[in-house]
């Protein structure tokens, strides 16, 4: 998915927006041959100057000083995000993260108002909208809304999908509105868009910056795990 131009307002955010669709990656024989071999970066990062928070708080996952950081920039109506997500993400978490060897970031990069609407409630706390939420609320949600993408992200009614998933958080319609019409929220979103664009070269999702490499597209299980194993 490439970076668009589109300008993100509150107006879009609330209003009807065009449908994000998109289709999974199907992985064949060749790929499946190929998955543990280690990828190639497309780019080098000051990672020093990446792991420095932006205007947001950090969702960090790990220790701070595991030895593989990683750095994942993603959109919510970005299928190949929501592929990694859902098939690999965990398995990488159970494996490294909690065992102490990588601290996993997740960073905001929304492509289109919907996304950043979805990004807004993630960070969001529910019940006190004025307030950001917690990882313990974050990380939840985003998976939440992966799971469900299909459902939200190519809805005709954005909005009323959004506010369906949204209940199942703990929204109530009053806390979702507030949440979507706080404009310092949606410019701090941008602001870590904009980040990583212009500082780390970011223009595809995922990207994941990892240990001064840039690497862009969706990893599986044996990929990543074969290039985690490496910088061990």
Not at 128 to 138: A, F
Not at 142 to 159: H, N, S
């Amino acid at each position: 998915m490439r970076i668009s131009e589109m300008q993100l307002t509150k107006r879009q955010l609330l209003g009807g927006v065009a449908a994000a669709t998109a289709s999974m990656a199907v992985y064949g024989t060749a790929q499946a041959q190929a998955a543990a071999e280690i990828p190639k970066p497309d780019g080098d990062v000051d990672m020093a100057k990446v792991m420095t928070a932006g205007t947001l708080p950090e969702m960090a996952l790990g220790k701070a000083d595991a030895p593989v950081k990683i750095v994942e920039y993603m959109s919510m109506t970005c299928p190949h995000c929501a592929h990694f997500h859902n098939t690999t993400f965990d398995t990488i978490k159970q494996k490294y993260v909690d065992t102490g060897k990588v601290q996993f970031v997740l960073r905001e990069f929304p492509f289109d108002p919907r996304a950043a609407a979805a990004f807004m409630l993630a960070r969001c706390n529910p019940q006190k909208p004025e307030e950001l939420s917690t990882p313990e609320q974050y990380f939840p949600m985003v998976a939440m809304l992966f799971k469900q993408q299909q459902q939200w992200a190519a809805a005709d009614d954005g909005r009323a999908a959004l506010l369906q998933m949204s209940k199942l958080a703990g929204f109530t319609e009053d806390s979702f509105t507030k949440c979507l019409t706080n404009q310092k929220l949606l410019d701090e979103v941008n602001a870590t868009r904009e980040r990583g664009s212009k500082d780390f070269g970011v223009n595809a999702t995922p990207t994941f910056l990892i240990n001064g490499k840039r690497y862009s597209g969706d990893m599986p299980v044996d990929t990543m795990s074969a290039l985690i194993d490496s910088l061990l």
